[in-house]
């Protein structure tokens, strides 16, 4: 929760936070308090690349192993009551889709690990801190 | 050529070998980023002398497209452009306008090329001379 700072100036930090972690944005509504942004990148694992090397030392071909990966990013900001408008809620969700190299989708997952949303959270408060008093 | 047990085993252990500096978990990629957060700010950031946001924001999206791309998504409240290059490869870009103090505009940039984020400082100077030359104000650097 933010306490303080207008609904657009939490949007313009949260943008900043995601232009920061290389994010570009893909979709906004300020009106409705919204932002989504996505970023591709490698998505090769070291684990996965040891067995697909043991499999073809011992003549199975070769694996497909996860090669790309599109990693999104939805950004709520919602007012806490219809009265207040200075205290605001933000709300984000990550989710990620992974190719492989036959250019197969092997995963589509939500990710749920708390760190990560901690982590966010952590860069955006900063954020918001210089946004807020328009450093 | 024939593949002695040996040779195999070579390959296998080299294989093995170079594999610690590959990532083990890809989901990690999601907050990562390979340079320190102020240096690439500075670098992707400049400031211009001037409060215009509609018309900075429309030379932005007139820079890009001189510069090939195509406009995916633009946002006046939230000062945002985002675009697409392809051209055998892939660059996406986002530019977002924002008030710095009452006398000047802050311009970022972010950019990936295919898989990978730009950090190359030469390429954000390409983009912020062109929009300096379009905008006719000089791009400031920022600390």
């Known amino acids: ?135 | 050529m024939k593949f002695t047990k040996t040779t195999m085993l070579l390959f296998l252990l080299a294989a093995l070998i170079s594999l610690p500096g590959c990532q083990t978990n890809s989901s990690k990629q999601l907050l990562q980023t390979s340079e320190s957060q102020v240096k690439m700010r500075s670098i992707q950031t400049r400031a211009f002398d001037t409060t215009d946001k509609n018309q900075t924001l429309r030379t932005v999206i007139a820079t890009l497209q001189d510069l090939g791309f195509v406009v995916d998504k633009a946002d006046e409240t939230l000062g945002s452009v985002s675009a697409t290059k392809l051209d055998g490869y892939q660059l996406r870009m986002t530019v977002t306008v924002r008030p710095r103090g009452s006398q000047q505009l802050l311009v970022r940039a972010n950019a990936q090329y295919n898989l990978t984020a730009i950090n190359d400082p030469e390429i954000y100077q390409d983009f912020f001379t062109a929009l300096g030359k379009s905008m006719f104000l000089s791009a400031h650097s920022v600390e």
């Open chain 1, 1 to 135: 929760m933010y306490e303080g700072i207008a609904e657009v100036d939490i949007l313009s930090a949260s943008a900043g936070v995601m232009q920061d972690l290389g994010f570009n944005i893909d979709e906004s509504e300020t009106k409705l308090g919204l932002i989504v942004g996505s970023k591709e990148r490698d998505a090769t694992e070291a684990g996965q690349v040891a067995v697909a090397i043991v499999i073809a030392l011992l003549g199975g071909g070769a694996m497909a192993i996860d090669k790309n990966q599109k990693l999104r990013l939805s950004l709520v900001v919602r007012p806490v009551s219809e009265d207040d408008k200075q205290k605001h809620l933000v709300r984000v969700t990550f989710q990620r889709i992974v190719w492989n190299t036959q250019n197969r989708i092997t995963r589509i997952e939500g990710l749920e690990q708390p760190e990560i949303y901690q982590e966010f959270f952590d860069r955006l408060s900063k954020a918001v801190f210089l946004e807020g008093y328009k450093i």
